[in-house]
């Protein structure tokens, strides 16, 4: 009799539990529509001064809306504002909405217009987009809805900064009365977003519903409530998708798009990303100070072998332009044509012989490879070089650091006694703020970058590099500032100071069910589910 | 028996102070700046980075940074984490529910699996049922918490999906149904381990003479295992599953991040990858402690059981 009634106590356990998981997982439980979004960890915190990575980006493009955003194209259109000119090269005005609320009701107002962007350069609030304002002179209200913003110098890449994180809206009654608290799990934050912050427990999820208050009424989504759930072990991510446990995936491991692309349920869309991956050496130390030794490393590569056995489909294999196209938004077609001109890497033994032969260090050298532990496929990359590079007797040890000491030194904040960046070789990754080529060429070559802070992590320096690229920052005309740009590549392609192997793809796995609607998935900046539809 | 308590606990204070020095300067042995690491590495002012210094305590020497977190431990502050610019605290008091909840449940199933099945498996020693449960106890003994959830995760999703596959409840009876394949993982190796230990144990007391006495005198098979041999193989397995819940807040660090649990392991691991020495040093002092605890609490536990012990 017990034995019975054991067994009949477990098995109402177990059908408590599934009926429990029914419901709780389920896209419309109580006809509530409930988008189940991975993250990869949890947002840095739930406000537009530290939206800079996927997972805060993912969760404060819902909140929060920027004054300007993308096209498709990544060319730019006015959002919260109705439109934006350059009055002359240092003075930027906007003409601000006049009929946008916050999703408490009240219209938002051109003083929380400017105390949105001012804040980016309160230091006691340490913004992250406070680099973006380096040369911002005033922010001022110059009419009832118009926001004028002075440089101190021209500066032709201004006009994306307002697309970012950093020309997002939020309100300034709410920042005042939580000062100190704003953007943290016990009160979030008010923006004029889609969706209003519900709930953050910290490690587990990130709950938001929608507001019901929401301005733009050409929006078409029908999702109640947003629950964006932090996921990071690569197999709990797959088999969320494939049990539909989750919906949206846009953060997953490139080693997982085999596994999902043969998902019945999942759909994978990818894109031509804004990253590149890359070998970066410091050409302030010896032997990499030396061209022939950069080259002799470029041409001992088997690029192909690295595709074939590690990349595959989750990259584009990198050619001698450190960026991608996605960066091309101003003359696209004369980039595209740079790029066919100059074609990629070359795998060439004897040529890699013959400009190691011309170097100081004929006989091969030792050196050490930095690679992030987080990044396990730069590691198998690293890996793979290390192989290539015992043909030319040169003995590469990688060491593998966490990704916050990888940041220290790419960073340029750990020197070594003679006060030059402390490594040989870093393998890491760049992303690009913007779509336009500055974007990299400027953070990633100029020597005005490779201090503290600065992100010239081959510690490159050209005079003639330097002068062209500081020319292009201030020169507004697209055309002229073009063709300083392509000057300037034609000198860095043939130093090759970094060597780029892949041109990151981006990738988004989504449930069936669900339509994205118009949202340009290819700029982090521009998540937004205002148009993703449920169509279970 | 005050005198060794005493004895034990001033061992434990030396040993604790000791210990949060070593952590204090293990984690600061890497290379890395912390101002980086807070800003995500992001180009600053001199003003903010300042602001930034002054926020964290960076600006006081390495000395005065100890002194200002272990003097704020005993105040409930820990500092303030470079990832989530939170206080650590405050994390804490959101991530040890879910731990404690984990191993409590792990540990409930240790005590009302390994010890009936190790008792058993002794009472039917060299049987079939003896040899079946051996077998499987070897399996998952050899079986880490981290693949045996993977494997339940992927038999309780794909096959019989009746429970979810990752995070946590809104309380903790809904809490029950997401941390029971975690609880099974954590709990599977040591409900093995804890059963041979049993089933050892309850081997040699049941040769001892006085089960032959008990024998003797007729009384019933179920009296002599349960209420003789039993009671005397209890003191072993006390201990091992007393050091079990400690061992148990380290072995969760793997088990949380398989089924994205938002407890104090997967925290110590994100943060040990993203170099947040806040959270690092105050989440590792603090899993010292508790198991200095439990192994304080098994000394004075065999101090009453034993008095020998005492003398020594």
Partial sequence: ???????????????????????????????????????????????????????????????????????????????????????????????????????????????????????????????????????????????????????????????????????????????????????????????????????????????????????????????????????????????????????????????????????????????????????????????????????????????????????????????????????????????????????????????????????????????????????????DVALVIQQNLKALNINAEIVTLTQDEVYAYQFGNILDADGIRDYDCLVTTWGADYPDPSANLDPLFNIANIGAGGYNCAAYSNDEVDSLLNKAVTTTDESERMDLLFRACDIIVADEPYYVYNYTKGFAAFNKNWTLGDMNITCAWDWNFKDVVYNG | MFRYVSKRVIQLVIVFFIVSILIFAVVRMTPLDPIASISKGKAMSEETRLALMREYDLDKSWAGQYFSWIGGLFRGDLGKSFQYREAVSDLLSVRYKTSVQLVAMSTVMIVFLAIPLGVISAAHKNSLLDQTLTVTSLVFVSSPPFFTGILLMLLFTMVWPIFPTFGTGSDFWSNMKYLFLPSVSLAAVRIALSMRITRSNMVEQLQAPYIQTATAKGLSRRTIVYKHALKNAAIPIMTVTALDISGMLGGSVLVEKVFSLNGVGSLLADSITKSDYPVTQSITLIMVLVFMLCNLFVDIMYGIIDPRVRLD
């Fill in chain 1, 1 to 379: 009799m017990k034995k019975i009634l054991c067994v009949c106590l477990i098995i109402a356990m177990l059908a408590s539990f599934a009926a429990c998981s029914s419901t709780d997982n389920g896209k419309a439980s109580d006809e509530k529509v409930v988008l189940n979004v991975h993250m990869n960890g949890d947002p840095v915190a739930i406000d537009p001064a530290f939206a800079y990575d996927n997972a805060s980006s993912l969760v404060v493009n819902q909140i929060t809306e920027s004054l300007l955003t993308h096209n498709p194209d990544n060319t730019l259109k006015p959002n919260l504002c109705k439109s934006f000119e350059a009055t002359d090269p240092c003075t930027y005005v906007y003409q601000i909405r006049d009929d946008v609320t916050f999703s408490d009701g009240t219209p938002m107002t051109m003083d929380d217009v400017i105390y949105s962007i001012q804040r980016h350069l309160d230091a006691d609030l340490g913004s992250y987009m406070n680099w973006f304002f380096a040369n911002v002179t005033s922010v001022e209200a110059t009419g009832e809805w118009e926001m004028t913003i002075k440089l101190a110098e021209p500066q032709a890449t201004w006009q994306y900064v307002l697309a970012t994180s950093a020309g997002m809206i939020v309100q300034k009654k709410f920042c005042e009365e939580h000062a100190g608290d704003v953007g943290t799990a016990s009160v979030g934050i008010i923006g004029t977003g889609p969706f209003v912050f519900e709930k953050w427990e910290n490690g587990s999820k990130v709950i938001l519903k929608k507001n019901e208050n929401y301005w733009d009424k050409t929006a078409k989504t029908n999702v109640d409530e947003i629950i964006f759930s932090i996921i990071s072990d690569d197999t709990t991510i797959a088999t969320a998708l494939k049990s539909g446990q989750v919906d949206f995936s846009w953060d997953f491991s490139s080693k997982l798009v085999e596994t999902i692309q043969g998902f019945e349920n999942v759909e994978l869309k990818s894109w031509s990303g804004m990253g590149i991956e890359y070998l970066a050496f410091n050409n302030m130390r010896k032997p990499f100070d030396e061209v022939n030794v950069r080259k002799a490393i470029a041409y001992a590569i088997d690029l192909d072998s690295i595709f074939d056995n590690v990349i595959k489909d989750s990259g584009i294999k990198g050619d001698l332009l450190p960026m991608t196209d996605s960066l091309f938004t101003i003359e696209a077609d004369r980039w595209k044509q740079y790029v066919a001109e100059h074609g990629g890497h070359v795998y060439d033994l004897d040529k890699a012989k013959e400009y190691l032969a011309a170097s100081s260090v004929p006989n091969g050298f030792d050196f050490t490879m930095y690679v992030s532990q987080a990044r396990s496929q730069a590691y």
